[in-house]
């Protein structure tokens, strides 16, 4: 199993250009989660969904769009990129059912620098 | 979610044993306290929950009070890839309809583990 993965792990944008990341996931989890992490600043939840078809917004959700088409794909998306949105992008994954830790996978990261 | 709070870094020797506290005070019935670490530039890591009573895993023992206010992560004998940022984070259970399992990260603590 390859657990979460992420793509791309680097990407350099210009100012209003826009990019999507895509969040895979083999373990069949219901729930997905995108983090950005930012220095000093710990993870900041920015959309999660609780299933295929659904999304939410979460703590800074602002210049930020998401997908969840597939169960297994989580997408997010920049349609005009800002540098305040240069951060280290984090997806998340998480199995929902009883009896379950509640325990989140996460993926290795993927650096965004926005010029 | 009730709030935690954490010192921003800690140092250990290598070999001894690292306690890491954590405060929730306003901590409610029905939340669980989780642990979380960061090693440089890679995707958060699970360690170990719990709700009242002491944990332990092949990782780390979880210790909390009785009151439920605090806790402690131990790591019964750190080695140098101990290194990492700690996380404390408590939310509710996951296994009611409509729960999220999401996470809200804090800042953590860093902790050095010294040769």
């Known amino acids: 199993n390859a657990g979460v993965t992420q793509t791309p792990k680097f990407r350099v944008l210009k100012t209003g250009q826009s990019m999507t990341l895509l969040c895979a996931q083999d373990?069949?989890?219901?729930?997905m989660y995108w983090y950005r992490q930012d220095p000093g600043m710990g993870l900041r939840l920015i959309h999660y969904?609780?299933?295929?078809?659904?999304?939410a917004k979460g703590e800074v959700p602002d210049g930020y769009n998401v997908s969840r088409l597939k169960k297994q794909n989580f997408l997010l998306g920049l349609e005009s990129a800002a540098p305040s949105q240069t951060s280290v992008y984090f997806c998340?994954?998480?199995?929902?059912?009883?009896?379950?830790?509640?325990?989140?996978?996460f993926g290795e990261g993927s650096r965004l620098t926005v010029l | 979610d009730a709030k935690t709070t954490q010192p921003p870094s800690m140092d250990c020797a290598e070999g001894r044993a690292a306690n890491l506290p954590c405060n929730h005070s306003?901590?409610?019935?029905?939340?669980?306290v989780y642990w979380y670490r960061q090693i440089h530039s890679q995707g958060p890591q699970y360690i170990i929950h719990?709700?009242?009573n002491n944990e332990t895993n092949e990782m780390a023992s979880l210790i909390i009070t009785e009151d439920r206010k605090s806790s402690t992560l131990i790591l019964p004998h750190a080695t140098l890839r101990d290194t990492a940022v700690y996380y404390c984070?408590?939310?509710?259970?996951?296994?009611?309809?409509?729960?999220?399992?999401?996470?809200?990260f804090g800042t953590g603590t860093l902790l050095a583990v010294q040769p």
């Open positions: 306003t901590i409610s019935g029905n939340e669980y």
């Open positions: 969904s609780v299933g295929e078809g659904t999304t």
């Open positions: 998340a994954s998480s199995y929902r059912g009883t009896g379950n830790t509640g325990e989140l996978f």
């Open positions: 719990g709700l009242k």
């Open positions: 373990m069949n989890h219901e729930y």
């Open positions: 984070i408590v939310r509710v259970a996951i296994y009611y309809g409509g729960a999220t399992n999401k996470l809200i």
